[in-house]
Antibody, heavy 121, light 108 residues
Framework: QVTLRESGPALVKPTQTLTLTCIVSGFSLSSNGMCVSWIRQSPGKALEWLARIDWDDDKYYSRSLKTRLTISKDTFKNQVVLTMTNLDPVDTATYYC?????????????WGQGALVTVSS | EIVLTQSPGTLSLSPGERATLSCRASQSFSSRYLAWYQQKPGQAPSLLIYGASSRATGIPDRFSGSGSGTDFTLTISGLYPEDFAVYYCQQYGSSPWTFGQGTKVEIK
C-alpha cells in the first residue's frame, strides 16, 4: 500500500526557514524511475509545482522559487525533505508531496493529505 | 517554462449535463505527458487522466481526455453529483512541471 505523509510546522514566522518532510511507504525512493515532488496550494488558489527529486537524485525546481528551495531525500529513512528559506506570508499554503513514476508516464498517482503552513508573526 | 491556461474558470452546469474543460499550453509538448486531476474541498487532488487520454485506475468512463500539441480537453459526458469539483491540468514532459489554474465545475 502506497502512502505519503507530510509533516512540518503549522506556523512559521516571516524570514524563517521552513522544513517539510514527506514520509513515504509502499515503495522505494531509489527504485528506478521513482520521483517525488512537492506542490503547494495557497488558500483558494491553484496548485503550484515547487520541486521534484528523482530516483537517481536529479533535482528540479520551480523557476520562480529556485533560489529559496532545496529538495533532498534519505532513501533509508524513506523521506523526502523540502526546505524553503526566507518565508513570507504569501507562502502560507497547504504543501503536498506526491509521487510519480518517470517511465510509466501516469502523472501523480499518489498524494499526501497535505500540510497547512501558516506564515505569520 | 510551459504555461497552461484553463478555460473557463468556472462552469455552471446541472447534473446530467456534459462538461467540456479546456487546457491550452504556451508551447507544444507530447500528449504523453498531460494529466488531469480532480480536487474536492479539503482533499488532495486525485489523478483522473494521464497521457492526455488514459483513465487512471477506477475512473469511470464518463471521464475522457483528448488533445495534442497545445490544446487538450477533459470531457465529462454526464455530470454526477460527486463530479462537482475543481479540475486541473498538468504537464510533466518539460521541467519545470506546471499546472493550469483550474476550472471549477459548480452546480447550476
Amino acid at each position: 500500500q502506497v502512502t505519503l505523509r507530510e509533516s512540518g510546522p503549522a506556523l512559521v514566522k516571516p524570514t524563517q526557514t521552513l522544513t517539510l518532510t514527506c514520509i513515504v511507504s509502499g515503495f522505494s525512493l531509489s527504485s528506478n524511475g521513482m520521483c517525488v515532488s512537492w506542490i503547494r496550494q495557497s488558500p483558494g488558489k491553484a496548485l503550484e509545482w515547487l520541486a521534484r527529486i528523482d530516483w537517481d537524485d536529479d533535482k528540479y525546481y520551480s523557476r520562480s522559487l529556485k533560489t529559496r528551495l532545496t529538495i533532498s531525500k534519505d532513501t533509508f529513512k524513506n523521506q523526502v525533505v523540502l526546505t524553503m528559506t526566507n518565508l513570507d506570508p504569501v507562502d502560507t499554503a497547504t504543501y503536498y508531496c506526491a509521487r510519480n513514476h518517470y517511465y510509466d508516464g501516469r502523472g501523480y498517482d499518489y498524494w499526501g493529505q497535505g500540510a497547512l503552513v501558516t506564515v505569520s508573526s | 517554462e510551459i504555461v497552461l491556461t484553463q478555460s473557463p474558470g468556472t462552469l455552471s452546469l446541472s447534473p446530467g449535463e456534459r462538461a467540456t474543460l479546456s487546457c491550452r499550453a504556451s508551447q507544444s509538448f507530447s500528449s504523453r505527458y498531460l494529466a488531469w486531476y480532480q480536487q474536492k474541498p479539503g482533499q488532495a487532488p486525485s489523478l483522473l487522466i494521464y497521457g492526455a487520454s488514459s483513465r487512471a485506475t477506477g475512473i469511470p468512463d464518463r471521464f475522457s481526455g483528448s488533445g495534442s500539441g497545445t490544446d487538450f480537453t477533459l470531457t465529462i459526458s454526464g455530470l454526477y453529483p460527486e463530479d462537482f469539483a475543481v479540475y486541473y491540468c498538468q504537464q510533466y514532459g518539460s521541467s519545470p512541471w506546471t499546472f493550469g489554474q483550474g476550472t471549477k465545475v459548480e452546480i447550476k
